[in-house]
């Protein structure tokens, strides 16, 4: 049997002459947790429709557990859809809303009483069973708008931004729950965000959009430390990388700008580095300020803006025009207006050809 679970090849969708996606090809394993990231209008939320039925593509073809469902209704693709808005009837309660499916199914009633103990159980929504949708939260509405697609008994769970209606507290809170519920099922999981801490914290792979086009497709990891792009280093990592124009000179060697220069020794790259424009990329806690200058290895610096996260403050500093920021411990006490040395960790880094914005 095949290890992949869902499978997109060559889809294409047109709204009239606007190509949305563009000859998009994907594997998502069995068990995989893939999340979908990148920004509104970017492709994620419509390839999700395309997999559930909700939207004709335009061309390609995609396979579900080993079956080609490009034509099949949403009801005989095997999948359950979790929506941004809880979509919940009001007028029933809790139990109503997770039977009201298995019913239209005409499972037997043992069956159904079996499926929506056991989602309750998992959710640990058992309290909650008699209460009609204006009675509970909205971290306990989107608990119940799961459970709903957790009854269908499915091998692929859609996620379209579940948690994006929730404040701050709610979505860290249900985050884990998600994360809690995909181990303890092991299904198929393909959830929708622009939430970049959401991508990180739940995905086994991130493939991150832009434009109808799959940009980057790896672990969460390999995303961050390596991303593939000037668009993909800029849209992961909070907060964010620091992006210096410059140059590469001295056969691949060293990095100049504004008559700064500092030595490559250390960077991993895709191939052979060669002279010319490019951009390097640094992430605030790969930038270290050390206490004296060392040539080609520190740059001289104005602390411009002190930003205190909590546990670690975010410094902002000048040279000579370009804004680099420094992630540091906030025991540690820095001053604004001082000029400090700043040590950039070159094997951590990324550097991007200019002209195509691609890794080097």
């Given at each position: 049997m095949s290890d992949v679970s869902v499978s997109v090849k060559n889809l294409d969708l047109n709204f009239g002459s606007v190509e949305v996606l563009k000859d998009l090809n994907l594997d998502i394993h069995h068990g995989e947790f893939l999340v979908l990231l990148g920004p509104s209008g970017c492709g994620k939320s419509t390839l999700l429709n395309c997999l559930a039925g909700l939207l004709d593509v335009s061309g390609g073809q995609i396979h579900i557990s080993g079956k080609n469902v490009t034509w099949s209704e949403p009801k005989d693709r095997g999948i359950g859809m979790v929506f941004q808005s809880y979509a919940l009837y009001p007028q029933m309660t809790v139990r109503g809303n997770l039977e009201f499916g298995l019913k239209n199914q005409k499972l037997p009633k043992d069956e159904i009483e079996k499926r929506v103990a056991r989602a309750a159980d998992i959710l640990q929504i058992q309290e909650l069973l008699n209460r009609k949708p204006a009675a509970l939260s909205g971290g306990q509405r989107q608990r119940v708008a799961i459970g709903r697609a957790l009854v269908r008994d499915v091998d692929v769970f859609l996620f379209d931004e579940p948690l994006s209606?929730?404040?701050?507290?709610?979505?860290?809170?249900?985050?884990?729950?998600?994360?809690?519920?995909?181990?303890?099922?092991?299904?198929?999981?393909?959830?929708?965000?622009?939430?970049?801490?959401?991508?990180?914290?739940?995905?086994?792979?991130?493939?991150?959009?832009?434009?109808?086009?799959?940009?980057?497709?790896?672990?969460?990891?390999?995303?961050?430390?390596?991303?593939?792009?000037?668009?993909?280093?800029?849209?992961?990592?909070?907060?964010?990388?620091?992006?210096?124009?410059?140059?590469?000179?001295?056969?691949?060697?060293?990095?100049?700008?504004?008559?700064?220069?500092?030595?490559?020794?250390?960077?991993?790259?895709?191939?052979e580095v060669h002279d010319g424009k490019a951009i390097l990329g640094v992430r605030p806690e790969h930038v270290s300020i050390e206490s004296t200058a060392q040539a080609g290895k520190t740059l001289e610096a104005t602390l411009d803006i002190i930003e205190p996260l909590g546990s670690n403050t975010l410094l902002w500093f000048n040279v000579d025009g370009v804004i680099i920021s420094a992630l540091v411990p906030s025991e540690l006490s820095y001053k604004s207006g001082q000029t400090y040395h700043l040590g950039l960790d070159i094997s951590k880094a990324s550097l991007f050809d200019a002209a195509s914005e691609q890794r080097l």
């Open positions: 209606n929730l404040d701050a507290k709610l979505r860290s809170e249900l985050r884990v729950e998600l994360k809690r519920l995909h181990n303890q099922l092991a299904n198929t999981m393909i959830y929708v965000t622009h939430d970049q801490i959401e991508a990180l914290t739940l995905a086994d792979r991130i493939a991150i959009m832009r434009g109808g086009y799959i940009q980057q497709l790896a672990d969460p990891m390999t995303v961050y430390n390596k991303p593939s792009n000037l668009f993909v280093a800029g849209f992961i990592g909070s907060p964010a990388m620091s992006m210096i124009d410059g140059e590469i000179q001295n056969g691949g060697t060293s990095f100049s700008f504004k008559g700064h220069s500092v030595t490559l020794s250390g960077y991993e790259a895709n191939g």
